[in-house]
């Protein structure tokens, strides 16, 4: 058994060097001084994220990728949370179906997506750009955000609303006063699951760039296609640490056990 | 059903029916139709066409390899963690985590710096001497397996992971304590409890692979797959009856191998 356990943990080392060798690799290079990428650099230079903030293109998308992640996000709690909220709060016949319909957009391609959005609310309905960027997004971040909050429901004992209903609390109250508060760790996560899904879409957005209008994964697209430089390893690096600290801030709402559940 | 479910329901509901119900309907029905009649023209010309027939076999080809390459690194490890303490197996979770969040553009581009022909791998076999020429690995399928099967093994280790840590442990301390080696206990309990879980896993790699559009675009160079075929014929080609067929032939074959996987997954699952 010892023989075994040895060679399996050799494995797993493996897998996961793998895994996390090219991200360690590219933020090495991040700091190359010379036009290009090279591993190991040529020496140390910060040059390539001073470039980040010099291209203006990087910082336009940047702010287009932020809000539509964010008011996206919103749309999608607005909408999210009273149906996941009615979910696991009431039995009904039809319910598991209604679950699924809610979260279909995950099993829909998402570039097939992207493309009927483009081909129906751009061209047909004559919706601008960035409303089908923001609705395409708030699209996707749906089974995210009822998925997650769901899943906090499911330990939330709905008793204690019916306590304080019969104490008077009105409906409302009592959703503001002691649902609500008793899930906001759930409703921070889901947020923050929801928005890295968001931030980091490239199937949707791809199809939603016009003039003036694109977002970031979406430049950083274009700009590899045309340059090999290590402007795009220094992005990498600064995207990275955000991914690590909402990371955190999720493991601290609650915990990793979400990402096992299927 | 309850009204008060409805009225909460509803605003979602809606929302989905106007924005992904319709607009995919009424793709599907477009390609239908063609100068007003009824017809199967747009998928039999596809069908016909040898070009797309490739890039169908292409995608999948690296779809099924991406799969069979995920479960063989990922189970193995996935079975370690599950065993591993409670701090190491914390550790390696986030390990695992993190790259699932990390955007796919900046993993598929690290692979960019270590395939390419100056890359990493070429200039450790060019200096030491073992090729003379670099090798062509970059935009090829291969690179797009590399690419996807880093894109996807985050995904299947953590679906078997939470499989394994269902795994009731009193079923394999029973068949240690009646004589099985730890290899039999693994096989004939251990194992067959978890392919559920292992072809759920698959179901995710395969059908995020088949229809991943960043990592090929990156990898691929002109090696085309549905996707970014799809992507081709609608932004660069403006060719949108093509775009829609493409679209729902990727929609059929993602729900036909979910269902069929599902199916097989829960015959297999004894408590199903």
Redesign the interface.
Known sequence: ?KE?NRA??L??VL??I???G??V??SI?SFEPGT????PPEGFSLKWYQNIFEVSAFMETFKTSMIISLLGNLLAL???V??A???S??R???RDT?NA??L??V???????G???????IV?YGLPIVAGLL??H??IM?PFI?RVIASSLENFDFAVEEAAQSLGASRLQTFFKVVLPNIRSGILAAILIAF?ES??N??IS??MTGPGISTL?IQ??TY??NY?DPT??AI?VI??VL??A??FVI?RLMG?AY???? | MNKRAIYLLLPGLLFLAAFMLVPITLTVGSTFVQDGKLTLEGYLHFFRDGYFNRILLTTLRVSVVTTLICMLLGYPAAYYISRASARKKGILLALSIFPLLTSPVVRSFSWMIILGKKGLINSFLVNTGLIDKPLDILYTPAAMMIGLVHLFLPLIIITLLGVMENLDHELVRAARSLGASPFAAFRKITFPLTVPGLIIGGILVFVGSLTAYTTPALLGGKERVVSTFLYQNAMTLNDWQAASVIAVIMIVITFVVVGLMNAWANRLNPKG
Request: proline share 6%.
């Open positions: 058994m075994g399996l943990s494995y797993t897998v996961f793998f895994l996390l090219p991200l690799i590219i290079t290009v990428l090279k591993f607005l909408l999210g009273p149906a909220y009615a979910l709060r009431y009904f016949r039809g209604l319909i809610f279909s957009p099993l829909i391609p998402g570039i097939v997506l493309f009927t959005l483009l081909r129906y609310l047909v609705i395409g708030t699209v749906l009822i890295l931030f980091n490239v199937d791809v199809f994964p950083m697209l590899v296609q090999f795009i390893a990498s995207l990275m991914t690590a909402l990371m493991e990793f990402f096992t559940k299927r």
